[in-house]
Structures are given as C-alpha cells and as structure tokens.
C-alpha cells in the first residue's frame, strides 16, 4: 500500500500584537518559524512543507530555511480575527488549483518550537493506520477538579463543581489539553465540517518540556533557558 500525501502547513502572520515579530524572533540562534519548518523537512511522512504568511520578512525566512513560499496571505486573512481554519481552507483552494489536494494536511503553528520530525512521524503514522479524520497533539494538564477561577475581589472558588475536588491528583482521571503543535485534517472531509476537528478526534501525546506555545517574550525567554539546560531537542 502506497504512503499517503501529507503536506505540512506552517503558519506565520506578522501582525501579532501581544508579541510584535515573534515569529522572526531568535531562538538558538536561529528565528523561531525555523524551528518548525526544520522539523517538516525532516519528517519522512511529510512530502513538502508550505508556509502560509502575509510578511514578506516571515517569507524571506522560511524561504532560507528551506520552505516553499508560494503565495502571500491576502491582507483580509491577515487580521487578528482569523482562525487557523481560515487559513488551512485558503492554503487548500491553493494546492487544489496547482496540484490537486493532498491526503492530509498537517497543520504547524510556528509558535511550536520544540514538536520534533519524530513527532509528526510517529503522529501521522498513527493516524493513517486508525483511519482517523483529525488528530491533534496534546500535553499532559491539570484535572478541572483542581482548577479555581477568581473573582474581581480576588476570591478563588471551584472552577469545576463536581465530585473529586478533595482527592489527590493522583486519584484523579489523567487530563490532556491541546498544545497546538500538530494537527491532522483530510482535506475533503474538513471542509465539508467547516472545523480543524471532527467530534472524536485522535491524539497524539507529547511531553510538556516539548509542549511549549511561543506566545509572548517571557514564553520564549522560558524556551531558550529549556535549550540551554537540556540542549536542542532531537529533531
């Protein structure tokens, strides 16, 4: 049986606001949208690796870290109000009209430095043999049992008002939450959804020193101090 297509998507906009030019933002020496496009190419399960941008700097980045910049995002699709889902059906429409679509798109947030080759590998080895039609990576959490809200006096109370607040973490169902470095679609089927995820999606697990999610300077301040106590993950 024949190996399917998957074409890694890697998004970048340029107008983020809580950290302007994160994605051109060194880390280890290189910018931060590098490090995912570097793990695409080396995953043997992915076919090309795409970056979608509305910056040419971003463009001219990915381009030198060896990704295809085949279009611009146009400017209504580069707003702080578009979803990744926006974004994945524009790049689709693209590979429909110049190559036809693949068998599985995989989308990357360049804010993902640490997801590795092995990663995308083992994640896209496992969905194709589940027959899945999304999949999204996920990190261990804390269980809701134990989260608290505040309110505007600064109180905390129970976020989750149901048996088990009491127990120990250990007694507790393990939790997951995403942590935005992979997701796995079928093209025809995602489209016809209108969302990243179907309602029983597969999950790909991944530990939380390669779970971080670049979204501010502190995040990547964290980030380079990971590389510099344990070295570069293993791509």
């Known amino acids: 049986m024949s190996r399917p297509d998957c074409i890694a998507l890697i998004t970048g906009r340029g107008g983020s606001k809580r950290f302007p030019g994160k994605h051109l933002a060194p880390l280890g020496r290189k910018p931060l949208i590098a490090w995912s496009i570097e793990a695409a190419l080396k995953a043997s399960n992915v076919d090309r690796t795409i970056v979608s941008t509305d910056d040419p700097d971003i463009a001219s980045a990915a381009r030198d870290a060896g990704a295809e910049v085949p279009f ?15 974004v994945m059906l ?12 693949p068998d599985i798109l995989c989308l990357c947030q360049a804010t993902s430095p640490f997801r590795t080759a092995r990663d995308l590998d083992d994640a896209i080895i496992a969905f194709e043999e589940a027959g899945g039609d999304s999949l999204v990576s996920v990190t261990p959490a804390t269980p809701p049992e134990h989260l608290l809200y ?3 006096a600064g109180h905390a109370f129970p976020a989750w008002n149901r048996p088990g607040q009491d127990k120990r973490l250990q007694q507790l169902r393990p939790c997951y939450r995403p942590n935005g470095a992979i997701y796995l679609v079928r093209p025809e089927s995602f489209r016809k959804r ?38 570069a993950p293993n791509a």
């Open 72 to 86: 611009l995002r146009p400017s209504h699709l580069a707003t702080d109000q578009v979803t990744n889902c926006d």
């Open 90 to 101: 524009h790049a689709l429409d693209w590979l429909e009209n110049e190559a036809g679509l």
């Open 150 to 152: 505040l309110d505007e």
């Open 194 to 231: 209108g969302e990243i995820l179907c309602d029983r999606p597969l999950a790909h697990l991944m530990p939380s020193s390669r779970s971080i999610d670049i979204d501010t300077a502190e995040d990547l301040a964290l980030a380079a101090a990971m590389l510099g106590l344990s070295g």
